[in-house]
């Protein structure tokens, strides 16, 4: 084994309580949940993270949420803070999905805080960043990734570099409407994204990919040296395609 690759998925608005709870018994129950080939984890949306968490007990797989505040608590109505997620057995968030950056104001600005908030709190912080389809078209991918990096990094310090593990997740591979992106250009990326982040925290960062990795493409994305893991979406969200990829990801780096 060359590495021990993260891989994980977000259910984001999908699954009813009934779909989640098939879900992770299947995953319980598979053997890839006990494994210590992969790093693995599943971020339901909030409603059911306490759900999720108790039944992925004693297996090896984290459970995350999809978002937090960064205040510690207070009037932020519709808001869940970084103790609740925690006390529903979450242990990682993300942050900073192009979704809720396109969608609901998240800031370079609010992802800093958010960062900071989770390590403070012991959580695992899952940064998204990426290039929009505009900026992938004008050569400004490097650039994207440079800013948002920085900003998600300027209010912690180096002491919080194993808790920090950011997703490179360029906006034009998302979803349905998303092209897959190609291995070698995703490797470039996560090298200048190591050299980023060395430079700022002063070891390199895990840096995984997520945008339509799928059962054909996710070999070859895994296996590449710059890329430590892969961040799924549709393909993951039914248990088989999850354990699929993960057994296929583990075979292959064996
Ligand atoms: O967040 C993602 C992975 O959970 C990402 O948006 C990729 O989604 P996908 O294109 O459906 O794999």
Request: hydrophobic share 45%; with cysteine; charged share 20%.
């Amino acid at each position: 084994m060359t590495k021990t690759p993260w891989i994980g998925t977000s259910w984001k608005m999908n699954k009813v309580r009934a779909e989640a709870r098939a879900f992770c018994e299947t995953l319980a129950a598979s053997p890839v949940a006990q494994g210590h080939a992969a790093r693995l984890f599943v971020i339901p949306p909030y409603p059911y993270i306490a759900e999720a968490a108790g039944l992925l007990d004693g297996t090896r797989v984290r459970v995350g949420a999809q978002n937090m505040h960064w205040a510690e608590d207070g009037a932020w109505t519709g808001e869940v803070s970084a103790r609740m997620i925690k006390d529903c057995g979450a242990r990682l968030v993300e942050i900073g999905h192009s979704e809720r950056r396109e969608f609901f104001g998240e800031t370079d600005e609010t992802v800093a805080l958010k960062v900071s908030q989770a390590v403070r709190h012991g959580l695992l912080a899952l940064v998204c960043v990426g290039d929009t389809h505009a900026e992938f078209a004008a050569k400004q991918t490097s650039a994207a990734l440079h800013r948002q990096v920085s900003a998600a990094l300027s209010k912690v310090d180096r002491s919080a570099r194993d808790s920090i593990v950011i997703a490179y997740e360029p906006v034009w591979s998302i979803g349905e409407k998303g092209t897959p992106a190609e291995p070698d250009f995703v490797d470039a990326q996560h090298e200048l994204l190591k050299t980023l982040t060395a430079d700022l925290m002063g070891d390199p960062l895990d840096i995984v990919y997520g945008g339509s990795v799928n059962s054909q493409n996710c070999v070859a994305l895994a296996t590449r040296p710059m890329i430590d893991g892969l961040f799924i979406g549709r393909s993951a969200w039914k248990p088989e395609g999850y354990i699929g990829i993960v057994d296929s990801v583990i075979r292959a780096l064996a």
